[in-house]
Structure formats: structure tokens, C-alpha cells
């Protein structure tokens, strides 16, 4: 018997735990819901009706995945258990302002004190409606230019707004979508890691997220799998220490 300070796995185990309707966020049912609760109203235009989750990281990275982009980019360890369906992980849109968040044309970059400045990456320019510019709508007032308007969160006082730093990865795939080269985006996958799978309750979730990777999701599956190989390597070096020893 192995010391019980090693652990061993005889085959490999899927990461993607957290998927049981049980817990507290293992569905985008349950996601939508608390982030109602945590803000009501739309992080952009205020609005309150029609809203849907808005994904900073996109439910499709899975889970594992997800909290090593959440302790990458937020320099603090994932909550135990926590999925990609956490609503740290999402805010409130309007079904306009959500496509052009989940499709990585707008990104909030933070300027400080629970504050973002909204940055339009599309080839057009965009206002609040979710339209590209209207000279109608100028005319009587009615529009907005989304580039560069200030927001707060919503409720600076809840524990699980989203850090900044998800908002840093966000507004990441929105500089690679604007900015990268043909090259980059005609490198095959350097990792191919598990992709998430449907599940009960995603129908909640109103047709957000689409299947389509990420644009960093070469690199973010690469980071991954390289931290599997040293965990696995870590597990194996603690196995041949106990059998010398013994």
C-alpha cells in the first residue's frame, strides 16, 4: 500500500466534476438566477428586461479549464468546486449588448474603483441599442456610442461580482478577434483538451455561448495540459520517493 500522503490514479480521471443539478451552480439555470439576484439590470444600458447571461469566459472552456483561467488571470486560487458556471464568471447584458460581448466585439477594460470603460473593437462603430450608427436615431437623440462609456458594477458590495482580472481575459479574445494575424489563426491546436458537453439546464441560458473556440483557446488548452503533465509528474516522483524509502 502507498503511503496515504500519495495519491495515484489508475486511469485518468475527468476533470470535469461539478456537473450534478445538486449543487449550487452546476447549471445556467441556477447562473442566470444568481445573477439576477446579484444586479437585476444590465451592466451596460441599466436595462431590465429582456437580459441573459453575458459569459466573460465562455461555459464551452469547461471546468477545469475555467479555474485555471480564473487563477491565472486573477493571481488567486478557484473556490473549491467551482464551475465554469459560477456567477463570477458571468454578468447581466441585454440581448443586444450580449452579442456583441460573447462574440468578443466589446470589452471592459478596468480603470478603478469597481469602474470600466466600455471598448468597441468591431470594424464599425456601435451604440448602445447594439446598432452600428444611425443618423435617425442621432437626429432625436435616441443613440449612444458604446466606445468608451463608463460603467460600474452593479452591486460593488457582493462577494461574487467578477475580479477584474476575468475581465482582462475577456478583453484578451477581443484584441486577438481584432488584431491577430491570418498565421495565428491557422495554428492547429498545441493541446487538444476536454471540450464541455451539454447539459441539463443550458437551455436556460437562452442560445448564449455558442460551440466556436475561443480565440486564446490555443494557448489556454496548451497551459492546461501542461499543468496536467507536472501534476502528473509530481504524482509520480511522490510514488518513486515512498518506494525508495520502503
Not at 488571470?73 to 473549491?80: E, N, Q, V
Not at 468578443?104 to 478603478?112: D, P
Request: proline share 5%; with cysteine.
Amino acid at each position: 500500500f502507498l503511503s496515504t500522503s500519495v495519491i495515484s490514479h489508475l486511469t485518468k480521471k475527468s476533470n470535469r466534476e461539478g456537473k450534478s443539478r445538486s449543487q449550487s451552480w452546476s447549471d445556467a439555470k441556477n447562473m442566470l438566477e444568481a445573477l439576477r439576484e446579484r444586479e437585476g439590470r444590465c451592466w451596460i444600458t441599466t436595462a431590465t428586461v429582456p437580459i441573459t447571461t453575458g459569459h466573460i469566459v465562455p461555459k464551452r472552456t469547461g471546468d477545469a479549464q475555467a479555474r485555471l483561467i480564473y487563477e491565472a488571470f486573477t493571481d488567486r486560487p478557484a473556490p473549491a468546486g467551482m464551475t465554469a458556471l459560477y456567477p463570477e464568471f458571468g454578468i447581466l447584458l441585454d440581448l443586444n449588448m450580449e452579442y456583441w460581448f460573447d462574440d468578443y466585439w466589446i470589452g471592459f477594460r478596468y480603470i478603478g474603483n469597481e469602474s470600466y470603460a466600455v471598448h468597441n473593437f468591431y470594424k464599425e462603430t456601435v451604440g448602445t441599442f447594439g446598432t452600428t450608427y444611425s443618423d435617425v436615431l442621432a437626429e432625436h437623440g435616441g443613440w449612444e456610442d458604446l466606445h468608451g462609456k463608463v460603467i460600474t458594477t452593479p452591486n460593488p458590495a457582493s462577494p461574487i461580482n467578477p475580479p477584474p482580472g476575468l475581465f482582462r481575459w475577456h478583453y484578451l479574445q477581443c484584441v486577438i478577434r481584432k488584431f491577430s494575424t491570418t498565421d495565428y489563426q491557422n495554428i492547429a491546436h498545441i493541446a487538444l483538451y476536454e471540450k464541455s458537453v451539454p447539459m441539463k439546464g443550458d437551455s436556460e441560458d437562452e442560445g448564449t455561448d455558442s460551440e466556436a473556440d475561443w480565440p486564446s483557446a490555443i494557448f489556454d488548452r496548451g497551459r492546461m495540459a501542461y499543468a496536467e503533465a507536472q501534476l502528473e509528474a509530481e504524482r509520480m516522483d511522490a510514488v518513486a520517493q515512498w518506494i525508495a524509502s520502503s
